[in-house]
């Protein structure tokens, strides 16, 4: 059984950070890749970055040089920490669990979410 859940969101400002962890529960999590998608007011769900089992990371375009995500597979965690925080980055972020190669990943399990607001 795979459970994922997200912790880490809020407020924040134009510019500030916020820094977004999710538990994860399930055998051999050391393998898989991990990502986070998000959900934006009236947007389609997007994929926002993910990282192998080898600890290669891809980021999306609107977040590349802001976002940073890591996996400690000692704690089943992957984080997203998110820098010089935009108005466009207010969404719903998702954990999720998948598989990769180069760049292109497939999620196969996702948490609830947790909602992050960027407001001025």
């Known amino acids: 059984q795979v459970h994922l859940q997200e912790s880490g969101g809020g407020l924040a400002r134009p510019g500030e950070s916020l820094r977004l962890s999710c538990v994860a529960s399930?055998?051999?999590?050391?393998?898989?890749?991990l990502g986070w998608h998000r959900q934006g007011p009236g947007k389609q769900r997007e994929l926002v970055a993910f990282?192998?089992?080898?600890?290669?990371?891809t980021y999306a375009c609107s977040v590349k040089g802001r976002f940073d995500i890591s996996r400690d597979n000692t704690k089943n965690t992957p984080h997203l920490q998110k820098n010089n925080l935009k108005c466009e980055d207010t969404a719903d972020y998702y954990c999720?669990?998948?598989?990769?190669?180069?760049?292109?990943?497939?999620?196969?399990?996702w948490g609830k979410g947790t909602k992050g607001t960027v407001f001025s």
């Open positions: 990282i192998s089992s080898e600890g290669f990371t």
């Open positions: 999720t669990r998948g598989t990769s190669n180069g760049t292109r990943y497939s999620q196969d399990y």
């Open positions: 399930g055998e051999f999590f050391s393998v898989y890749s």
